[in-house]
């Protein structure tokens, strides 16, 4: 994947853990581990690493459509975000919302990907 790419990603799951307004202790871990996976340049690096105290500035969430795999990747780690803390705010509903019509996903494939992401959220806390 292009260093543009992964920094657009990146953009992308900050402004959804940010959907509601703030960066929950576990949003935050989640991305913490994220960004030790993923090669940024130094200066992006430094950009990223404000967003843990700062919500980024808006993306362009309508280029989402234009790569269905990545949409669906970008949907699904924002499911996890939203519901790192098993509760999910009306914000963060209703962001999750708008991201499904932007990414172009129906909402039989929505839901079940939340569905799926939600036992294993589940199964991460038991533990099992």
């Known amino acids: 994947m292009a260093p543009d ?8 799951l900050f402004a959804a853990a940010w959907a509601d307004g703030e960066l929950a202790q576990e949003e935050g871990d989640i ?25 980024p ?9 234009q790569d269905p795999e ?4 970008v949907v699904r780690q924002a499911l996890v975000l ?3 803390d098993l509760t999910y705010s ?7 919302e708008r991201l499904r019509k932007l990414a172009g996903l129906d909402d039989a494939r929505f839901h ?9 959220l589940v199964q991460g ?3 099992n």
Request: aromatic share 8%.
């Open 90 to 96: 009306l914000d963060e509903i209703q962001f999750l």
């Open 112 to 120: 079940t990907m939340w569905r799926e992401v939600e036992e294993l």
């Open 82 to 84: 939203a519901g790192a």
């Open 125 to 127: 806390r038991r533990g």
């Open 70 to 73: 990545t949409s669906e990747a």
């Open 31 to 55: 991305l913490a581990t994220l960004l030790s996976t993923i090669e940024l340049e130094a200066g992006e690096l430094d950009r990223v690493q404000e967003w843990f105290s700062t919500a």
């Open 57 to 65: 500035p808006a993306p362009d969430w309508s280029s989402l459509s």
């Open 5 to 12: 790419e992964r920094l657009k990603i990146v953009h992308f």
